[in-house]
Structures are given as structure tokens and as C-alpha cells.
């Protein structure tokens, strides 16, 4: 016996208002069922539980008509399935976390491995060229650096001033806010460096270089008073990490860039898409980066004060970083998952 007319048409009807969320949603659990759960994006990761309680929805009002039965077991996979993606995810978010940390972050950082040597030669070259306006007319000094970055720091404070700066002490409530502070600010030039990438690279060039300035400007301050020693030794400890977290966010926003310009076979929406997911994700590990740097920056710096100490833990995070990027960046081409 053939099914009602009325019947077909409402199941139909049912099908077409709502199978294009279904096929949403079971496109996003076959990317994390095959790929994993790094693989979505941030807007993506809010969607998956909005589709499915809509499934869950759909698949109610099926059994409530009491629709036909291949649909009805379409979807009660599709909700299972799907659950446990959702509520899965909480379980494995650890190990979430540990995938990307040990192998997505490394990885991408390594992919853009050409605008991360660049960003640094772009930093690099701000530096020595604060450097040396400073040292060639230390008036330059006061156009190289705004007042609140340098903090009282000037061609005219005594030598006993800027030593003592390099070596004061604070209570642990001024820290946290100092800590607070310090992570604001540079995750706003991250960002910025970042962001900037969508205007075809070329302001990420200006962050990355004036940033550079300033610092070179307090460097040639320092060595005009025999401090270099301990001015360099009072940054690095943390600026090993903050600087090299600055520079990924300057290559990432490169990168963007260079999509933007030569997006190649692709269409350039497209293009930059896809390079904004990449770099969306290697900025997760910038911020991560910045918050341990502020850390360091002021607890560590402000309470260990030896040349021993602080050279090891400066020499220590480079030779950190070195391998995390370096030997587990590339782990990812010598087993073909990144090109």
C-alpha cells in the first residue's frame, strides 16, 4: 500500500525546511571525526551545539508526526553522533589542548617560517637603528620613545638612576597589576601586528620596525653609561619569549598580506580565509606566549636579580623556543601533515 499523499508532502515539506542544518551539522562532526576538533574554527566551535540541539529538535517533531523510518534513523544517528562530538569535546579538551600546544602551534609556526625570518630582521633592524640615532644625537631619544614606555629613562638620568630601575623591588599586589599592564600592552601590539595583515602587510611592517626603535633607543641609553650588561641581561629573560611572541604575530599578519597580494590560483577572498584561519590559531599561541612573558617579566625580573640566574633562564628560553619550532614545527613536513 502506497503512503497518503498527505503524508509524503508533509515529510517532504519536513526534509526541506531543515536538511541544510543537518548537512551543516554533519559536515563539522565528520571534520572532527577525520581531522579533529583543532581543525574548527572559533565560529565554528559555537555553532556544532546549536546545530545539534536543532537536530535534536527535528528529530523529536519526526517521532511526534511519526515521519518515515529512514528518516527518522538519519537523524538519530546524526544526534548520536553528534553528542558525541558535543559533550565529548569537554572530556577531551586536555587532550585538545595538548595537540595543539605539542604539535598544531609548532607546526603552523613553522609554516610561515620566511615571514617569521623577516619579522625578526624587520625587529632587528628597528633596534639598531634606535640604537644608533640614539647614540649619533641622544635628543632623538625623546622622538624614538614615548614618557610612559620609558618610565623616567632618559639621556639625562644619572647612572645610579637607571641602575636602580634595572634592579628595584616591588610588593606582590604592585607585580600582579604590573603583570596585568604588561600583557595588556603587548598583546595590542600583537594584535596589532596581526590585524594589520588584512591591509596587504605593509602597517605590520611599521609595528614591527617602530617597535624595534624604541627598544634600540633604551639600548643605546644604557650603553652610554657602561650598563649594556645589565640592560640586556633585565630584558632577556622575558624578551626572549615576548619578542619572539611580537614576531610570530608580525609573520602571521605578513603572511595574511602576502595572501592578500598574491592570493595565486585562488579567488583572494578565499585566499585570505584560509590564511586567517591558520593565523587565528597561531595567535591562540601568541597570547599564550605574551601571558607567560608577563609573568616573567614581572615576578622573575623583579625579584631575581643575579647574572647567573638571569642569563639562564635567557638562554634557556631560546634554546626552548629553538627546539619547540625548530624540531617540532618541522615534525609536521617530515610526516607530510603541512607542505
Known amino acids: 500500500m502506497s503512503a497518503a499523499p498527505g503524508f509524503v508532502l508533509r515529510s517532504v515539506r519536513f526534509r526541506h525546511e531543515r536538511e541544510a542544518r543537518w548537512a551543516e551539522l554533519e559536515e563539522l562532526i565528520k571534520r572532527v571525526e577525520t581531522q579533529g576538533p583543532g581543525t574548527l574554527s572559533a565560529d565554528e566551535v559555537l555553532r556544532l551545539p546549536v546545530l ?8 523529536s517533531v519526526a517521532r511526534h508526526l511519526s515521519l518515515d523510518r529512514g528518516l527518522l534513523a538519519y537523524l538519530e544517528g546524526l544526534c548520536t553522533r553528534a553528542y558525541l562530538v558535543v559533550y565529548g569535546r569537554a572530556r577531551r579538551r586536555h587532550g585538545f589542548l595538548r595537540t595543539f600546544f605539542s604539535q598544531r602551534f609548532p607546526e603552523l609556526v613553522f609554516e610561515v617560517r620566511g615571514a617569521l625570518l ?18 649619533l644625537d641622544p635628543e632623538r631619544f625623546y622622538g624614538l620613545i614615548g614618557a610612559e614606555e620609558a618610565q623616567g629613562r632618559s639621556p639625562e638620568s644619572s647612572t645610579e638612576t637607571l641602575y ?3 634592579h628595584e623591588t616591588h610588593s606582590t599586589s604592585e607585580l600582579s597589576f604590573f603583570a596585568s599592564q604588561l600583557f595588556t600592552n603587548n598583546a595590542k601590539v600583537a594584535m596589532s601586528a596581526f590585524a594589520c595583515g588584512f591591509l596587504g602587510g605593509v602597517p605590520t611592517v ?3 620596525f617602530t617597535n624595534g626603535l624604541s627598544l634600540g633607543a633604551l639600548s643605546a641609553v644604557y650603553a652610554s653609561r657602561h650598563l649594556s650588561l645589565d640592560f640586556w641581561l633585565w630584558i632577556l629573560p622575558h624578551g626572549v619569549t615576548e619578542l619572539l611572541a611580537i614576531v610570530i604575530a608580525g609573520a602571521s599578519g605578513l603572511s595574511i598580506g602576502a595572501r592578500a597580494l598574491f592570493p595565486g590560483q585562488q579567488s583572494r577572498r578565499r585566499a585570505l580565509a584560509e590564511a586567517g584561519r591558520a593565523s587565528g590559531a597561531r595567535v591562540m599561541g601568541v597570547v599564550c606566549m605574551l601571558l ?4 616573567l617579566e614581572s615576578f622573575f625580573r623583579h625579584n631575581v636579580h643575579g647574572y647567573a640566574a638571569r642569563a639562564a633562564v635567557a638562554l634557556g628560553s631560546a634554546a ?9 614545527g618541522s615534525r609536521g613536513q617530515r610526516l607530510g601533515r603541512v607542505p
Open 52 to 59: 545539534y540541539q536543532a537536530a535534536l529538535s527535528s528529530l
Open 118 to 135: 623577516l619579522a625578526c630582521l624587520l625587529l632587528l633592524a628597528g633596534v639598531a637603528c634606535g640604537a644608533l640615532l640614539t647614540h
Open 164 to 166: 636602580q630601575i634595572l
Open 206 to 208: 611599521l609595528v614591527l
Open 292 to 295: 607567560l612573558a608577563a609573568l
Open 320 to 328: 626552548f623556543w629553538a627546539y619547540y619550532f625548530g624540531w617540532l
